[in-house]
C-alpha cells in the first residue's frame, strides 16, 4: 500500500457539513432502532413476527429506490434529503408521544416501519447521488472511508439503548432524541452551498407528459446497467450477498436470546453480551476506515483484494455463531474490518465510474435489488429459524453467497476489475 495524497483538501465546508449531519441522525437511529427491536421481539416472543417487523422496513426499500431514480435525476438531491429528515423528525416525535401514553400496537408498528422504509428508500438514493458531489477530485477513496466509519460510530451507542430498555422497559425517551437528532441533522443538511447541475443536463422532456418522461427515463437508467457488464455483475452479487448477510445478521439476537443458557458462564445477561461480542465490529469497521483515511490500496489490486474479501466474509457469516465467545468477538473484529474493505472499494469505484446524469437511476436500482435480497434473507431465515436452529441457518446462508462469488465475481472478473482497478 501506499500513501494517498491527493492535491485537494477533502474537508470543505460543504463536506463537513454532510459528514457532520450523517453522524448525528444516525446516533439517533441506532439507539431508536435497538430498543424498538427489543420492544417487538419481547412483544410478541417470535422470531418470526419479529423477522416480519424487520422486513415491512425493508419491504418499501425494494420499491421507493428504484421509483425515486428517475425524479432524482431531474430535482434537486440535498432539497430532498433535508425535507425527509425534517419528516422523520417529527414521525418520531410523534411515535415518543403515543409510547409515553402507554399505547403499543403491533400491527400499527408495522405500518409504521412501512413509512419509515418509504423515507430511507428514497433518501438513501438521494444521499448516495447527492454526497460524490461534495468530493473534491482525487479524495473519493478517502471521502468514503470517512463515510464507512459513521455507522460503526454511530453502533457503538446500542449498549447505551440496552441500558436504557433494561433499566426502564422502555425505548420512549430514545424515539425523542432521535427526533431532535433528525432535526439538527436536516437544519445543517439545508445549509450546503454546492449548485447542482444534473437537472440542466437531463434529457429534454421532447414534449412527454410526466408518467412518460418518467417511464422513458427509468428504461434508459436500466438498459445503461444493462450494458455495463461490470456494473450488472456487482449489483446481482450484493443482491444475493445481502441475502446471506441480512439472513445471517437477523438471527443473531434471536439466537443470544433463545440460547441464554449457553453463555451463562458469562457475568452479564445473554443480550447486553450480543451487544458487547456485536460491537467488535463495529470496532473493526472504525479500524478499516482509519486504515483507508491513510492510505490507499495498488490501483491494480483492488478487485483481488475485493474477491478475496468476498470469499473470507461469507465463510465467517457461517461459522460466526459456532464459535466461543472470545473467538466469536475477534470474528466480529475482522468481519467488520473487512466489510469496510469491500465498502470502500466497490461504492468508491462505482460512484466515480458513474455519470452524475445517471447517478440516482443506478443507485435507485442497486438499492431496490439488494432491499430485495435483505428481506428475502429476513424472511427466509425468521421462518426457517422456526424450525432449524439459527446456527444452521446461517451456514447454509452462507453456501448460497459462495455460489454467488463464483457466479457474479469469478465469471465476471474482467468486467468488475475495469471498473475495481481504477483511479479514484
Not at 425535507?83 to 417529527?90: E, K
Not at 434473507?377 to 446456527?391: D, V
Amino acid at each position: 500500500m501506499e500513501e494517498n495524497r491527493p492535491r485537494q483538501s477533502l474537508w470543505t465546508r460543504d463536506f463537513t457539513i454532510i459528514t457532520l449531519g450523517s453522524v448525528v441522525s444516525m446516533i439517533g437511529n441506532s439507539l431508536s432502532g435497538f430498543a424498538l427491536s427489543m420492544m417487538v421481539l419481547d412483544y410478541t416472543g417470535s422470531t418470526f413476527l419479529y423477522s416480519l417487523f424487520i422486513v415491512c422496513f425493508q419491504l418499501p426499500m425494494m420499491v421507493c429506490p428504484i421509483l425515486a431514480g428517475p425524479y432524482l435525476d431531474r430535482m434537486s438531491r440535498k432539497k430532498v434529503i433535508y425535507r425527509l429528515d425534517f419528516l422523520s423528525a417529527g414521525l418520531y416525535f410523534g411515535l415518543f408521544l403515543l409510547l409515553r401514553a402507554g399505547w403499543f400496537s403491533y400491527p400499527l408498528l408495522l405500518g409504521g416501519c412501512v413509512v419509515v422504509g418509504a423515507i430511507n428508500g428514497v433518501y438513501l438514493v438521494a444521499y448516495d447521488s447527492f454526497y460524490p458531489n461534495l468530493i473534491t477530485p482525487g479524495n473519493y477513496s478517502k471521502a468514503y472511508s470517512i463515510s464507512s466509519m459513521l455507522w460503526p460510530l454511530a453502533a457503538m451507542s446500542t449498549p447505551v439503548a440496552a441500558l436504557v430498555y433494561d433499566k426502564m422497559g422502555s425505548a420512549t425517551p430514545l424515539f425523542a432524541f432521535n427526533a431532535l437528532c433528525f432535526l439538527i441533522a436536516a437544519c445543517f443538511e439545508r445549509t450546503i452551498r454546492y449548485q447542482e447541475t444534473h437537472m440542466d443536463k437531463a434529457a429534454p422532456a421532447d414534449g412527454l407528459g410526466a408518467a412518460k418522461r418518467f417511464g422513458r427515463d427509468l428504461r434508459e437508467g436500466l438498459g445503461y446497467i444493462a450494458g455495463e457488464r461490470g456494473l450488472l455483475a456487482v449489483t446481482l452479487y450484493f443482491m444475493v450477498s445481502g441475502l446471506s448477510s441480512s439472513g445471517a445478521g437477523s438471527l443473531h439476537l434471536p439466537f443470544f436470546r433463545n440460547n441464554a443458557a449457553l453463555f451463562a458462564a458469562w457475568p452479564v445477561a445473554a443480550v447486553t453480551l450480543y451487544t458487547i461480542v456485536s460491537n467488535f465490529a463495529v470496532a473493526g469497521r472504525l479500524v478499516g476506515g482509519v486504515i483507508h483515511y491513510r492510505v490507499k490500496f495498488p490501483t491494480e489490486k483492488k478487485f483481488a483484494i475485493a474477491f478475496t474479501v468476498y470469499l473470507v466474509v461469507t465463510l465467517l457469516e457461517g461459522a460466526m455463531l459456532y464459535l466461543p465467545i472470545p473467538l466469536m468477538a475477534a470474528a466480529f473484529l475482522f468481519y467488520g474490518l473487512l466489510g469496510v474493505t469491500s465498502y470502500n472499494i466497490r461504492i468508491a469505484a462505482t460512484q466515480s465510474y458513474i455519470p452524475d446524469t445517471k447517478r440516482a437511476r443506478f443507485n435507485g436500482t442497486f438499492q431496490m435489488l439488494t432491499s430485495l435480497g435483505n428481506a428475502v434473507g429476513t424472511l427466509l431465515a425468521g421462518s426457517l429459524a422456526e424450525f432449524i436452529p439459527e446456527r444452521q441457518v446461517a451456514l447454509m446462508l452462507s453456501a448460497v453467497t459462495l455460489c454467488a462469488v463464483w457466479l457474479f465475481m469469478f465469471r465476471g472478473r474482467r468486467a468488475v476489475a475495469a471498473i475495481y482497478n481504477r483511479e479514484v
